[in-house]
C-alpha cells in the first residue's frame, strides 16, 4: 500500500516506522526541510496551499491520512474528493475547533466543563460571569502543546488573557479540579469494527505532556469507551482517536479529541500487542484491526527540549528510547522512552520512571506525585 501523510514530524515518523512492517511505503507532504519523517520516505517539502504538490500526493498514494489537526481543512476536503482519506474531512472539522468539539461533545451527552463562544472582550466579561472563576481562554483553533490558551483566575485577568490569545475567536471554559487526567484512544476500521486502549493517565507541565502511564483494568475504562464510541459511531469516524478526558470524582468529563494517533499512547508501540500507528494504518487501508490488549504496564516519559544520554536510558532495563531526530529547541518534542513493568513491582516500576523523568530533566515535583501515588496503592 503507498500512503500519503500530510505532516512529517514525529507522528508521520512512527506511523511509517510501524507501516513498514506491513510492506507499506510513504510520502509525506511538509513545508519543513528538515521534516524527521522523510527519511522514511519521500518527502514533497512545499506548503500545504502548493496545489501541485498535494495533487502530486493524490496521484501517488492509495490513501490519505494526516498526523495533525492545523493541516488545512481545504486540504483535506479537496483531497478526499480525488482519494481515499481518513480521517474524512467531517470528522476534521469538528476535532479542529474547540467551539465545535464541545457543542457536539455536548450533543453526544459526552460531559464537559462548562463553556461559552467568545469573540469579544465585552462578550468574554459576560461568559466568564456564567463559566465562573477560575477559567481558560482557548483560541478555537491552532492550538496545541497549551498554545493559544490563557488563565484567568481574577476578574482582572480578563484584559491580558483576551489579548495574550490574540483576540480570535475562542470558547472560554470553566477549570476542572480533577483528580487525574486520562486519555482514551480507539481505532475504528473500514467495516466498523472498533477496537479499544487501555487507558492512558496523563501529566503535564506548562501545558505539555511530559509523562503517560498505562492504566491496565481501570474501574473507568467502560466508562471512557462508552463515551469514545459515540464520537466514533457519530462520526462513522475511521482511523485512530484520542479523548482527553478529566477525572471528577467518579465521573469522567470530555476536555478535546484528537483525530489521529496521540502523544499518549506513544506507549503502545512496546507495550501493547499492536501499537496505535500500525492500528491506524490497518483501520485507514480498510485491513483487520490488531490486538489493542496490554500484558504489563508501561510508562511514556517525553524528551521535551533536549535528549538526554541514550546510553543512561539504555542502563534502565525495559526502557527504550525514541529520539525523532529532530533539532533541540525549548518546549519541543525532541524524543521520548517507553519503559515497560518487567515484573519485578511496582516500587521497582515506580523508581525507573522516577529515574527516566530525571534524566528527561523534569523536576523532583512529577517523581514525589508518582511516589505518594505508589505508596497509595502499597498501602
Ligand atoms: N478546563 C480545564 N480544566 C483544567 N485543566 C485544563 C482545562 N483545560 C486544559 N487544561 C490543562 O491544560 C492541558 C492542555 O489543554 P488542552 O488539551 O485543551 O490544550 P492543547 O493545547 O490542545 O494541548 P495538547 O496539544 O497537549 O493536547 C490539559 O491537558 C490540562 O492539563
Ligand atoms: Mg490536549
Same mark, same amino acid.
Given at each position: 500500500m503507498r500512503i500519503g501523510i500530510l505532516g512529517g514530524g514525529q507522528l508521520a515518523q512512527m506511523m511509517a516506522q510501524s507501516g513498514a512492517g506491513l510492506g507499506m511505503e510513504f510520502m509525506f507532504l511538509c513545508p519543513?526541510?528538515? =521534516? &524527521? =519523517?522523510a527519511p522514511y520516505g519521500q518527502h514533497i &517539502? =512545499?506548503?500545504?496551499?502548493d496545489e501541485k504538490a498535494s495533487w502530486q500526493l493524490a496521484r501517488w498514494a492509495e490513501v490519505v491520512t494526516y498526523e495533525?489537526?492545523?493541516?488545512?481543512l481545504d486540504l483535506v476536503s479537496s483531497l478526499e474528493k480525488q482519494v481515499e482519506l481518513h480521517p474524512s474531512s467531517g470528522a476534521l472539522s469538528v476535532a479542529r475547533d474547540r467551539l465545535l468539539e464541545k457543542s457536539r461533545f455536548r450533543e453526544l451527552d459526552i460531559p464537559t466543563a462548562e463553556f461559552m463562544p467568545v469573540e469579544g472582550l465585552e462578550e468574554l466579561r459576560q461568559a466568564v460571569e456564567i463559566v465562573g472563576l477560575p477559567a481558560i481562554l482557548k483560541t478555537r483553533t491552532q492550538g496545541y502543546d497549551g498554545k493559544g490558551q490563557a488563565v484567568i483566575r481574577k476578574i482582572e485577568d480578563i484584559a491580558a488573557a483576551w489579548a495574550q490569545v490574540g483576540g480570535v475567536p475562542c470558547i472560554v471554559e470553566s477549570v476542572v479540579r480533577f483528580s487525574r487526567e486520562l486519555s482514551i484512544i480507539a481505532v475504528r476500521g473500514r467495516s466498523g469494527e472498533v477496537a479499544f486502549y487501555p487507558l492512558s493517565e496523563n501529566y503535564h507541565r506548562e501545558g505539555i505532556l511530559r509523562l503517560s502511564l498505562s492504566c491496565l483494568n481501570d474501574p473507568l475504562q467502560f466508562q471512557a469507551q462508552r463515551l469514545i464510541q459515540r464520537l466514533l459511531e457519530d462520526m462513522q469516524y475511521v482511523g485512530v482517536l484520542a479523548l482527553e478526558l478529566f477525572q471528577v470524582g467518579e465521573k469522567l468529563y470530555a476536555n478535546e479529541m484528537a483525530p489521529r494517533v496521540h502523544?499518549?499512547?506513544?506507549?503502545?508501540?512496546?507495550?501493547? =500487542?499492536?501499537s496505535q500507528f500500525e492500528n491506524h494504518l490497518r483501520a485507514i487501508c480498510g485491513m483487520p484491526l490488531g490486538e489493542t490488549g496490554a500484558s504489563a504496564a508501561a510508562a511514556m516519559v517525553n524528551l521535551v527540549g533536549r535528549l538526554p544520554d541514550e546510553a543512561a536510558i539504555r542502563e534502565i532495563p525495559n526502557a527504550t528510547p525514541h529520539f525523532y531526530g529532530k533539532g533541540e529547541r525549548p518546549g519541543r518534542k525532541v524524543g521520548h522512552i517507553t519503559l515497560i513493568d518487567?515484573?519485578?513491582?511496582a516500587r521497582v516500576f515506580a523508581h525507573r520512571v522516577a529515574h527516566l523523568l530525571k534524566l528527561a530533566g523534569e523536576d523532583e515535583g512529577l517523581a514525589q506525585v508518582l511516589n505518594d501515588k505508589q505508596s497509595a496503592q502499597t498501602s
Amino acid at each position: 500500500m503507498r500512503i500519503g501523510i500530510l505532516g512529517g514530524g514525529q507522528l508521520a515518523q512512527m506511523m511509517a516506522q510501524s507501516g513498514a512492517g506491513l510492506g507499506m511505503e510513504f510520502m509525506f507532504l511538509c513545508p519543513d526541510a528538515l =521534516a &524527521c =519523517a522523510a527519511p522514511y520516505g519521500q518527502h514533497i &517539502c =512545499a506548503p500545504f496551499q502548493d496545489e501541485k504538490a498535494s495533487w502530486q500526493l493524490a496521484r501517488w498514494a492509495e490513501v490519505v491520512t494526516y498526523e495533525f489537526e492545523n493541516v488545512p481543512l481545504d486540504l483535506v476536503s479537496s483531497l478526499e474528493k480525488q482519494v481515499e482519506l481518513h480521517p474524512s474531512s467531517g470528522a476534521l472539522s469538528v476535532a479542529r475547533d474547540r467551539l465545535l468539539e464541545k457543542s457536539r461533545f455536548r450533543e453526544l451527552d459526552i460531559p464537559t466543563a462548562e463553556f461559552m463562544p467568545v469573540e469579544g472582550l465585552e462578550e468574554l466579561r459576560q461568559a466568564v460571569e456564567i463559566v465562573g472563576l477560575p477559567a481558560i481562554l482557548k483560541t478555537r483553533t491552532q492550538g496545541y502543546d497549551g498554545k493559544g490558551q490563557a488563565v484567568i483566575r481574577k476578574i482582572e485577568d480578563i484584559a491580558a488573557a483576551w489579548a495574550q490569545v490574540g483576540g480570535v475567536p475562542c470558547i472560554v471554559e470553566s477549570v476542572v479540579r480533577f483528580s487525574r487526567e486520562l486519555s482514551i484512544i480507539a481505532v475504528r476500521g473500514r467495516s466498523g469494527e472498533v477496537a479499544f486502549y487501555p487507558l492512558s493517565e496523563n501529566y503535564h507541565r506548562e501545558g505539555i505532556l511530559r509523562l503517560s502511564l498505562s492504566c491496565l483494568n481501570d474501574p473507568l475504562q467502560f466508562q471512557a469507551q462508552r463515551l469514545i464510541q459515540r464520537l466514533l459511531e457519530d462520526m462513522q469516524y475511521v482511523g485512530v482517536l484520542a479523548l482527553e478526558l478529566f477525572q471528577v470524582g467518579e465521573k469522567l468529563y470530555a476536555n478535546e479529541m484528537a483525530p489521529r494517533v496521540h502523544n499518549s499512547g506513544h506507549w503502545t508501540i512496546e507495550g501493547a =500487542a499492536t501499537s496505535q500507528f500500525e492500528n491506524h494504518l490497518r483501520a485507514i487501508c480498510g485491513m483487520p484491526l490488531g490486538e489493542t490488549g496490554a500484558s504489563a504496564a508501561a510508562a511514556m516519559v517525553n524528551l521535551v527540549g533536549r535528549l538526554p544520554d541514550e546510553a543512561a536510558i539504555r542502563e534502565i532495563p525495559n526502557a527504550t528510547p525514541h529520539f525523532y531526530g529532530k533539532g533541540e529547541r525549548p518546549g519541543r518534542k525532541v524524543g521520548h522512552i517507553t519503559l515497560i513493568d518487567g515484573g519485578e513491582g511496582a516500587r521497582v516500576f515506580a523508581h525507573r520512571v522516577a529515574h527516566l523523568l530525571k534524566l528527561a530533566g523534569e523536576d523532583e515535583g512529577l517523581a514525589q506525585v508518582l511516589n505518594d501515588k505508589q505508596s497509595a496503592q502499597t498501602s
